[in-house]
């Protein structure tokens, strides 16, 4: 018999080693980056949703999806593409209600069928209801396994239709119940907003991995990713949903349910601010634009070097870089601009030459950059390659010297809670050494800010989960553990 047809055993968080984080070695690679949000007790909630999910782009810029309820109807309205892309002002119209579920979703290669585009939709024994999930479950086959032999038929490879069976199936006397069920099967991350006719509900894992805020606009609120969503909608910051958290909304009525079985810790993700997030937001009770400026002063204390400017690898580092400055005192200049309007594109990168696709998205200013001693501070080291073509085309632009700094540690491992990453050995961090790095980015000096140096930087909000830095998973990864996750990974969301 096929492993995936056994009766499974449950891993969850209450296993007593689950107190230590775990080290795995693996090359596998869940991709679930998205961006989430939910409306309850407000007119033309998709108009809002629309909005919302266009400042949470970043988030996920493979689908878009908005499901709308007017007291009776569910309607739905998904594709592939961007938010600006999905949606036009006939879509908006037909999905009329009071109450909205949306969800912007990112993945690289496969799995963009039109059916693991969220929220995920189901009409079961208490009406209809609408799921939209950011975060990765660890132990979503082994559900899905144990729901399949149980005779449960499903439309996608979501780990969102997951919950969808879990909720359907449980026997509890109450769609509240019924939901906290379900959630306390999970394994993993998950910040969830879900529809049940009008009632919202919005409920974060046990360790907080993914940002999750409740936001108060006229007689009803808001649930959004990140707070830059409620800015665009001129929505109030309420609060953070907490970890564990499961809450009831309607319209202005917020009731906190039976809370999930607490975690021995929190974990939310330092990549959130490392990368992820938008600077502009405050997620875990702190601003994302700080965090990153605190990185960059720490990096410079940590590898300082002399030099005439710095520069940042636009947008994403520009916070850091601005903090490297600060502490060095060295000057900030604008040596990179960043292409916005770069979109999918007809011309394939093999057909031009090795550093087409930084060139696509980022062009030197000359007159910032010749003759100067720089200093490029970017955010974070994947693979390595924009840089390997950055370091070359400020070179050619006359960079006298080039420094690359690092806002985080080095890359050696991959997500399991929702952040796309490549597989291990595609980490630059994970194949070599640093000075090797150095080399191979052509580089006259390399530094990365040290683990310590970057949790140290945002303390008030942690401890929080460096599992792709460090290799400490915080939860078990079932999957893996039980035998069932692919060398690709699990199937994304
Ligand atoms: P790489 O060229 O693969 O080393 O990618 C590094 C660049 O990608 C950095 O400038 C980061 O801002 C950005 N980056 C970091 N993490 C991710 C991610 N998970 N998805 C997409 N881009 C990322």
Redesign the pocket.
């Known amino acids: 018999m096929d492993a995936r047809h056994q009766t499974l055993p449950m891993v969850t968080e209450t296993t007593p080693e689950a107190d230590a984080p775990r080290t795995y070695e693996l090359d596998d690679r869940p991709r679930d980056e998205c961006g989430v949000f939910g409306i309850s007790g407000i007119d033309d909630s998709a108009e809002l949703a629309f909005l919302a999910l266009y400042a949470l782009q970043h988030r996920g810029q493979e689908a878009a999806g908005i499901v709308a309820f007017d007291g009776t109807t569910l309607r739905t309205h998904k594709g592939n593409g961007l938010v600006s892309e999905v949606f036009d002002a006939t879509a908006l119209s037909k999905l009329v209600g009071r109450t909205a579920v949306g969800h912007v979703r990112y993945s690289t290669a496969g799995g963009s069928e039109l059916a693991n585009v969220q929220p995920i939709t189901a009409r079961f024994a208490h009406g209809d209801l609408a799921l939209a999930h950011n975060g990765n479950l660890t132990n979503q086959l082994a559900l899905r396994t144990r729901l399949v032999n149980e005779g449960a038929i499903f439309r996608s490879s979501s780990d969102s239709e997951t919950l969808v069976h879990l909720i359907a199936k449980s026997r509890a006397d109450s769609v509240d119940g019924q939901i906290l069920d379900a959630l306390g099967h999970l394994v993993g991350a998950f910040s969830m907003v879900i529809s049940v006719g009008e009632t919202l509900y919005a409920a974060r894992d046990p360790r907080g991995f993914r940002p999750l805020i409740l936001g108060g606009l006229g007689d009803g609120h808001v649930v959004v990713s990140e707070t830059c969503a409620l800015d665009i909608l001129g929505a109030d910051f309420v609060r953070d949903i907490e970890p564990g958290e499961v809450l009831r909304i309607r319209g202005n009525e917020v009731i906190a349910l039976t809370p999930l079985e607490p975690a021995p810790q929190h974990s939310p993700c330092v990549f959130e601010l490392v ?1 992820f997030a938008r600077p502009d937001s405050r997620i875990f009770g702190v601003s994302v634009d700080r965090a990153r400026r605190a990185f960059g002063r720490q990096l410079a204390r940590e590898h300082p070097v002399e030099a005439d400017s710095i520069i940042s ?1 636009p947008d ?2 520009n916070s850091a870089a601005l903090g490297y400055s600060e502490e060095s005192g060295i000057p900030f200049e604008l040596g990179l601009l960043r292409n916005h309007y770069v979109g999918r594109t007809f011309i394939k990168p093999h057909q031009k030459d090795r550093d087409f696709g930084a060139r696509m998205k980022y062009n030197p200013v000359r007159e910032v950059l010749a003759g100067q001693r720089v200093v490029v501070v ?10 390997r073509s950055l370091v070359r085309m400020l070179r050619e632009a006359g960079a006298a010297e080039v420094h690359l700094r690092i806002g985080s540690p080095p890359v050696r491992h991959p997500c399991f809670y929702g ?3 490549p597989t291990k050995g595609e980490l ?1 961090g994970s194949q070599m050494e640093i000075p090797q790095i150095a080399e191979t980015l052509g580089v006259d000096s390399l530094g990365y800010l040290s683990l310590e140096g970057m949790v140290g930087a945002v303390e008030k909000a942690g401890p929080y989960c460096t599992a792709c830095f460090s290799g400490a998973y915080p939860t078990p990864l079932a999957d893996v553990e039980l035998g069932l996750a692919s060398a690709d990974g699990p199937p994304k969301c």
């Open positions: 990368y690898v994403s580092a970017d955010d974070s080291l994947v693979r390595g390659t924009t840089s952040i796309d990453m630059i």
